[in-house]
């Protein structure tokens, strides 16, 4: 399995980096929100308070 990077992007067509992190709790921390949140919306819509999380394989 590989490395992954977890990234908080716009969520508009551009997809435009906010933050980068090598893990979900790192990526959750930095945003102020639980790291299940992260999985939830990776796994659902991907969109949180505007923002969308994106999981990539690096």
Sequence with gaps: MGKYLYMAVTSD???LPLVVEDSAAELANKLGIDA???YHS???SGKIAG???VRIRS
């Design 42 to 44: 990776i796994g659902c």
């Design 13 to 15: 067509k551009y997809e």
């Design 51 to 53: 923002r969308k999380i």
């Design 36 to 38: 299940m949140s992260v």
